[in-house]
C-alpha cells in the first residue's frame, strides 16, 4: 500500500499487541473509483489493503479457527477478514486473496443464494449474490462459508420461533449445499442482544460476529466477536489507524483528543 502518512506508519508500529482484529467487508466494485454505497470498496483499495496486511506480517485465519481458539494467545498480527451477505463480486475478491496465499470468512444469506437480494435496497450493489458452485469452489479453495441467516432480518425483532427458524434453517440450507459443517454466524445489521446470543448458541454456532467496533475478542466471548468496518472512505492512512488503534474513531480530531485524555490523566 502506497501513500501512507508518516504518523499514521509510525502508530502501526504497536499493531497487534492487543490481540486479533476482524475486517468487516461486503461489496469491492471493479476499478479504482470510490463506490457510492459506503459499504463498498474499489477493488485497487482492496488490493492495497491486502498487500499492506501481507507486507506487515498479518497471519489471516478463517474465524472458525479463530472461535477454536478464543483464548488462544495470537502471535503476532492477526486479521481475520470477513464479506458480509455474498455478492457476486466477491468472487474476484476471493481470487486477489488466493494469490496472496490469504483467507477469508463469508456470511452467507442463505435464501438469496444465486438470486438478487430480497432485502430491502439501501443502494447497495445490483446483480445476485454469489451461487451454490461458486461457493462450494471458495470453500475447496480454503474459505470459510458461514450463515448470514435465510433471509437478512433483523433478528431483535422476532418472536423466538422465527428467531431460531432464520438461525437453523439457514445453518441447515447452507450445509447441505455445501457438505460441510457451518459453525460461523453474523448478526444481519449488526442487530442482536442477549435473547439472540442464546439461539446462536441453541442453533448450533460456534461463533457469532456483531458489527460493534474494537478488538476482536474484547468481550471474552465467541458469540460477540467484534468487527472494524472498511468504508469506501477508507484512506491508507485511516486503514492503518484502524488496524492500529481497533476504532472507527481515527480521524485526526479523535487521535488528538484520545492523546490529550492521556496526557490529562483521564
Known sequence: MTRIDPISR?????????????????????????????????????????????????????????????????????????????????????????????RATWFIVAGSVGQPPRWPDDGRPAGRLLNADELREMQENGMEIGSHTVNHVRLTELDDVSLMQELAHSKAMLEDMLDNPVGSFAYPYGDWDARCVQAAQQAGYAAACTTEAGWALRDQTPYQLRRLTIFNTDTPGRFTRKLSFGSHDVRWRDLTRYALRRLRGI
Open 10 to 102: 509510525a502508530l502501526h508500529r504497536q499493531a497487534g499487541q492487543h490481540g486479533p482484529v476482524i475486517l468487516m467487508y461486503h461489496a469491492v466494485i471493479p476499478g479504482q473509483t470510490v463506490p457510492a454505497w459506503p459499504w463498498a470498496v474499489s477493488m485497487q483499495q482492496f488490493r492495497d489493503q491486502l498487500d499492506f496486511l501481507a507486507t506487515e506480517g498479518y497471519q489471516t485465519p478463517t474465524m472458525a479457527e479463530l472461535a477454536a481458539a478464543p483464548t488462544k494467545t495470537w502471535q503476532g498480527r492477526t486479521a481475520v477478514i470477513t464479506f458480509d451477505d455474498g455478492y457476486a463480486d466477491n468472487l474476484a475478491a476471493c481470487e486477489e486473496l488466493q494469490r496472496r496465499g490469504m
